[in-house]
């Protein structure tokens, strides 16, 4: 007999079948990072938690439409970057879109892990308040969530060269707030 | 600045080709502006990574409730298209039995007595058509011979007549000749006739 680890697209598969325990099991392996995902890109955890409930709810609707299971990371942060651009929309006037301003970083105390102190996430936080939001979700989805060029183009429905351009026009910045802070703490 | 092969960053974000990747080590070891460009994206990158995720204030799952469940016909009809293999083997005992059925069940005696008269008079009367046609045939076929074969020998006598008098033409001016040539002889002869004296 030989035994795999049950891989996604084995639950994917179950859960097109009607398996509701196997897709709960597929959203217990995504959930932390879809919320926290939707976390950066709100700013709000109440909003957050019922945006990824929506996103995996839309997701199990949808599930047939899924084209290829070894995708389904970038079609689920596809699903959510667009329930997030809704919310906005719904919360906003028409014409009017997401401000500079509004990040998810400044209505939310920082979080730092042990190793760091809570000043450098305070840092961190201001200086990813200061970036566009189609900056700083391409900051989200690069650093924060590990994607590759050509799926952070599928989840943000737009060509490489634009998600590069973004990624690192933000990075130009970031560079100049954090690294001479990070050496000045450091020292 | 940086005077790297390629870009610094596509190199931090693990984005280059292992060949590119390596062209890229060998710059970085020897050039001290990128270095320290490389070494500025890193400490960006980690400082960014202090800022951790946090867990799930509650967990999200669905419950298995039959109001929202596929039922269970279009579970198996979903399975059913969902699967090429059984779809056709499907289709092959759908055609069996649609056979079978029409093998036992199809009317053979009433379909035959009503048939039988019908193809029987149908058979005779081709036959009967089919008889004409060929005797027609033959006779036309054999009067187009006839006709051929009294052109061939008209042609044929005409020109053997045509030969013969050429030949007796032929004969008679020959004979003429000879005719003509004895006569000159005789006429020679009578003129060098020797003296009475010298016999």
Known sequence: ?187 | MSCSPFDLRDYLFDELAEENRRQVDQHVRSCGTCHEELERLRITQTTLLALREEEVPQRIGFVSDKVFEPSGVRRVWQTFWGSAPRLGFASAAMLSVALMFFTFFRQAPAVASVAAPDTLRIEAQVAARVNTAVERAVAESEARQASKTAALLAAAEQRFESQRLADMLNVEQRLTVLQKHYNVRENLMARYEPPREMK
Not at chain 1, 129 to 154: C, N, P, S, T
């Open chain 1, 1 to 187: 007999m030989i035994f795999r680890a049950v891989e996604d697209p084995d639950l994917i598969r179950k859960a097109r079948r009607g398996d509701v325990e196997a897709y709960n099991l597929l959203i217990s392996r995504w959930e932390k990072r879809v919320y926290n995902y939707l976390l950066r890109i709100v700013g709000d955890r109440e909003d957050a938690l019922d945006l990824s409930q929506d996103v995996f709810l839309k997701a199990y609707q949808n599930l047939q439409k899924l084209d290829d299971p070894a995708r389904f990371a970038p079609w689920l942060f596809r699903i959510a970057h667009n329930e997030a651009f809704s919310s906005f929309r719904k919360r906003r006037p028409e014409g009017e879109t997401v401000p500079q301003s509004d990040f998810a970083g400044e209505d939310i105390p920082a979080s730092a892990s042990p190793a760091f102190p809570i000043e450098l996430s305070i840092a961190v936080t201001t200086a990813l308040g200061k970036l566009h939001a189609d900056q700083r979700e391409a900051v989200i989805l690069k650093i924060y969530q590990g994607f590759k060029f050509e799926e952070m183009a599928e989840i943000l429905s737009c060509p490489v060269s634009t998600v590069k351009s973004r990624l690192y026009t933000a990075l130009d910045v970031l560079k100049t707030q954090l690294a001479p802070a990070k050496s000045r703490g450091v020292t």
